[in-house]
């Protein structure tokens, strides 16, 4: 039977302490106990059903973390304060000192920064390769490895990743695959097709209205519970909790998230055939054409398209900006980093999100100065806003 992450959440009772449809929030930094011993048990992790200090759980941080299980289909979740704490939290919990991690090389530019500048002070090494030759995954293998790391959709070339034969490979050599699925929440379930963890930075697509920023980790239980254990729990260490406030907000949007997923891909698609049409290099999953195309054909839930991100190449650096400009005067939607809002934003990538890529690394990947991205809104008309960007390509192309 096809999976459908939408039915998961909707079939969740989720209600408040007075019958309110929308869980309480519970606005308290810490909880009392009424027996001395449930606190002492509680802190040792023995009791589960208590809560104890809002940096290891809140309540309405585990309302929000129970309906991400539920779409990711994984036993457990924990929500953090953004998408970088939920990537940097889980790979320093699943690595020590000396290890080594196998990284697509293309992938958000925080995280390509993290693996690459920041985790090289803890002795974490990380190989860089392109995620879709398999063999050189399997040849970057070394006997300290321990992550597999990917995005189902990468950043921003839109390679789409083989989940179920990386899984195959790092469980093979006991090693953890880790995906960040940002780019395709509805679309792709990550642990469904062997991922150990997948990862989210709730900023984007799954709240959507560019309002906050948090993140998410989903996995099994016992590797959340070693995530927020006291004594070496990373994120209870570390402390990138999730202010309940906003857990409550991200809940209420999660719901809606698969009729705006629908409507990303439904305009994203027609944006990019007629991209096609003009004769620009185009780049998105949905095409016949893109790398990845059979791939997500596999390995997607039915109904929900192939993602609201979209690249053109534009060439050059400088007609990459007279066009954002131009579509930005003329309403199509803002010049922007981030993604997953209900507006159109686009930036150049080589210039900002992945502007910690070092530049021959951009060339490796494929990625042109001119390269802009594009995070497709929730727009009524997508008609006219392929008409207003066509007046905008005037001249350019
Ligand atoms: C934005 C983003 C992140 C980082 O998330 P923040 O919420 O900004 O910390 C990680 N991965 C991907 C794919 C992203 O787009």
């Known amino acids: 039977m096809k999976f459908d992450p939408a039915v998961n959440i909707q079939n969740l009772l989720q209600f408040g302490e007075f019958g309110d449809v929308n869980p309480s929030i519970t606005d308290s930094a810490t909880f009392t106990f009424m027996q001395a011993n449930t606190m002492l048990e509680t802190f040792s992790g023995e009791e589960k059903g208590c809560f104890l200090y809002s940096r290891h759980w809140n309540p309405s941080n585990k309302y929000l973390a129970d309906a991400l299980a539920a779409m990711e289909s994984t036993p457990a979740a924990w929500v953090t304060s953004s998408g970088m704490a939920a990537i940097s939290n889980t790979i320093m919990q699943i690595c020590n000192a000396g290890d080594h991690i196998i990284s697509s090389m293309t992938t958000y530019g925080g995280t390509y920064a993290l693996l690459a500048n920041y985790l090289p002070k803890f002795n974490i090494q990380s190989t860089f390769v392109d995620i879709s030759n398999l063999e050189a995954v399997e040849n970057a293998i070394r006997p300290n490895t321990k992550i597999i790391y990917t995005e189902s959709m990468t950043n921003p070339m839109l390679v789409v990743s083989d989940i179920p034969k990386l899984a195959e490979i790092a469980h093979k050599h006991h090693i953890k695959l880790v995906v960040d699925n940002t780019f395709t929440p509805m679309i792709i379930t990550p642990t469904r097709l062997g991922a150990d963890v997948t990862i989210y930075s709730l900023t984007k697509f799954v709240n959507g209205k560019n309002d906050l920023v948090a993140g998410a980790i989903c996995g099994s239980v016992d590797f959340i519970d070693s995530l927020i254990d006291v004594n070496k729990g990373t994120s209870m260490l570390l402390g990138p909790v999730l ?19 629908k409507q990303h891909s439904q305009n994203a698609l027609y944006l990019a055939e007629k991209f096609t049409e003009t004769g620009l290099r185009v780049i998105y999953p949905g095409l016949n ?34 066009l954002m400009e131009k579509m930005e005067d003329a309403g199509v939607g803002y010049l922007a980093v981030s993604l997953g809002y209900f507006k159109t934003l686009f930036s150049c990538s080589g210039k900002s999100t992945s502007s910690e890529v070092p530049e021959q690394l951009q060339k490796e990947m494929g990625m042109s100065e001119g390269l802009v991205r594009f995070s497709v809104g929730l727009d009524n008309n997508i008609h006219q806003t392929f008409e207003k960007i066509e007046s905008c390509l005037k001249g350019l192309i």
């Open 243 to 261: 202010d309940p406030l906003r857990s409550s907000q991200i809940l209420k949007n999660l719901h809606t998230l698969h009729l705006r997923m």
């Open 289 to 322: 054409h893109h790398q990845g195309n059979g791939l997500m054909k596999q390995m997607m839930n039915p109904g929900f398209g192939f993602g609201g991100i979209l690249a053109i190449d534009m060439e050059t650096n400088k007609r990459a900006n007279l």
